[in-house]
Nanobody
Framework: VQLQASGGGLVQPGGSLRLSCDAS????????IAWFRQAPGKDRERISC????????RYADSVKGRFTVSRDNAKKTVYLQMNSLKSEDTAVYYC????????WGQGTQVTVSS
């Protein structure tokens, strides 16, 4: 199972980034893809998820109203649009799916700093 996360980088506070999670190599019948992040010294935190077959999405309180998750089923890609970024959003971001167990993509670093 291959999940490819990309789109991270350095951005100033208040800026935006869009992360992508390429699931085109996944053949499992998963139900949803989630985004997690892990800041230095902190536990990995689930921040958003999106259902594969309907419009259901969920967000952690820490990102609600600033981040938007979406998907393009034709491209088998899930996106995380991150707006109004704050320094506390600095972390490695991972995409994840669960099918009998967790599958993780490699992380992409997001650094919010002036």
């Amino acid at each position: 199972v291959q999940l490819q996360a990309s789109g991270g980088g350095l951005v100033q506070p208040g800026g935006s980034l869009r992360l992508s999670c390429d699931a085109s190599g996944v053949t499992l019948d998963y139900n949803a893809i989630a985004w997690f992040r892990q800041a230095p010294g902190k536990d990995r935190e689930r921040i958003s998820c999106i259902s594969r077959y309907d419009d259901k999405t969920r967000y952690a309180d820490s990102v609600k109203g600033r981040f938007t998750v979406s998907r393009d089923n034709a491209k088998k890609t899930v996106y995380l649009q991150m707006n109004s970024l704050k320094s506390e959003d600095t972390a490695v971001y991972y995409c994840n799916l669960y099918y009998h167990r967790d599958y993780w993509g490699q992380g992409t670093q997001v650094t919010v700093s002036s």
